[in-house]
C-alpha cells in the first residue's frame, strides 16, 4: 500500500509557472500508475495527467502542451510541471495511485493524497 503526499501548490499570477511534487511516504510510486486530478469549487473532480510505469504521460486536453509529468522513482516522487497557467487552473490538486495507465477517471484510483492549492489570480 502505497501514502501520498502532495506539495507546492501556492498563489501565482497567469502567465506563471509551478511545479507539483507528489511523494511517496509509505510504499513506493514504482509499482504504481500516478495520475494529478483536481477539483475547483462548486465542481467535480477532473484528471489533468497519467503517468505510466515506463513514464509515459496522459493529458487531458485543456493542458496538453502545457503540464508536464514525469516520475522519479529513485526520490520516490511524481512531478507536475504547470507552465502558462490561467485562472482556469486554480483548483487542488491530487495524486492518486492505480493500476491502468492512461486512465483520467477517480473511480479507477485508490490511493489519494491530501491534495495542494493552486491558485492563479492577477
Known amino acids: 500500500q502505497v501514502q501520498l503526499v502532495e506539495s507546492g501548490g501556492a498563489l501565482v499570477q497567469p502567465g506563471d509557472s509551478l511545479t507539483l511534487t507528489c511523494e511517496a511516504s509509505?510504499?513506493?510510486?514504482?509499482?504504481?500508475?500516478i495520475a494529478w486530478f483536481r477539483q475547483a469549487p462548486g465542481r467535480e473532480r477532473e484528471g489533468v495527467s497519467s503517468v505510466c510505469l515506463g513514464g509515459r504521460a496522459y493529458y487531458r486536453d485543456s493542458v496538453e502542451g502545457r503540464f508536464f509529468a514525469s516520475r522519479d522513482n529513485a526520490r520516490n516522487t511524481v512531478s507536475l510541471q504547470m507552465t502558462e497557467l490561467k485562472p482556469g487552473d486554480t483548483a487542488v490538486y491530487y495524486c492518486?495511485?492505480?493500476?491502468?495507465?492512461?486512465?483520467?477517471?477517480?473511480?479507477?484510483?485508490?490511493?489519494w493524497g491530501q491534495g495542494t492549492q493552486v491558485t492563479v489570480s492577477s
Open positions: 492518486a495511485a492505480g493500476p491502468t495507465c492512461g486512465v483520467l477517471s477517480s473511480g479507477e484510483y485508490s490511493h
Open positions: 509509505k510504499g513506493t510510486v514504482s509499482t504504481y500508475v
